[in-house]
Antibody, heavy 115, light 111 residues
Framework: EVQLVESGGGLVKPGGSLKLSCAAS????????MYWVRQTPEKRLEWVAT????????YYPDSVKGRFTISRDNAKNNLYLQMSSLKSEDTAMYYC????????WGQGTSVTVSS | DIVLTQSPASLAVSLGQRATISCRAS??????????MNWFQQKPGQPPKLLIY???NQGSGVPARFSGSGSGTDFSLNIHPMEEDDTAMYFC?????????FGSGTKLEIK
């Protein structure tokens, strides 16, 4: 059974940093591109980052480029999102998802950026 | 960026009837003979669930009453017959190119 379990969310002050993790199981993790997607309090869905199967290629929207870094450890079946210079507009539920079709999602981890 | 315009914003359909949700892209999402348009269902407190990928392919375990159609810039999600369990938010999403973008969502309820 494919499982994705996010962790690492919490309350952080503007300008602060946070690192999210996503533990994958039930499939060959190293075969898949992986994604981070967030859902704002207004329920809008936003793609946040993509990493290639081997980890060599990463992609970001302009809204997070230079502040967020996606990475992965294929030996540990883990996906990460390092977030820095956080802003109030980064407040959201963060999900990891598998593959271009986003066929499996985790339950999400909540990030609140507030002073 | 490819903008997805989803309509209607909300929809109420009687049990057993058809629900149709539309998604229009600001430019074609076709490439290599594939339409990179996907549909998701989301219920309160849950993550989105893939219903349809590549415009018309059902996701794993998705009931046959969910179907997708379209190509280029115009796509539809059909649900027929409508069941109680189909009450949810529905989102379209393009995965043709970065930045991947989502529609604003349609709230589907029972009439």
């Amino acid at each position: 059974e494919v499982q994705l379990v996010e962790s690492g969310g919490g309350l952080v002050k503007p300008g602060g940093s946070l690192k999210l993790s996503c533990a994958a199981s039930g499939f060959t993790f190293s075969d898949y591109y992986m994604y981070w997607v967030r859902q704002t309090p207004e329920k809008r869905l936003e793609w946040v980052a993509t990493i290639s199967d081997g980890g060599s290629y990463t992609y970001y929207p302009d809204s997070v480029k230079g502040r967020f870094t996606i990475s992965r450890d294929n030996a540990k079946n883990n996906l990460y999102l390092q977030m820095s210079s956080l802003k109030s507009e980064d407040t959201a539920m963060y999900y990891c998802a598998r593959a271009r079709w986003m066929d499996y999602w985790g339950q999400g981890t909540s990030v609140t950026v507030s002073s | 960026d490819i903008v997805l315009t989803q309509s209607p914003a909300s929809l109420a359909v009687s049990l057993g009837q058809r629900a149709t949700i539309s998604c229009r892209a600001s430019e074609s999402v076709d490439n290599y003979g594939i339409s990179f348009m996907n549909w998701f269902q989301q219920k309160p407190g849950q993550p989105p669930k893939l219903l349809i990928y590549a415009a018309s392919n059902q996701g794993s375990g998705v009931p046959a009453r969910f179907s997708g159609s379209g190509s280029g810039t115009d796509f539809s999600l059909n649900i027929h017959p409508m069941e109680e369990d189909d009450t949810a938010m529905y989102f379209c999403q393009q995965s043709k190119e970065v930045p991947f973008t989502f529609g604003s969502g349609t709230k589907l309820e029972i009439k």
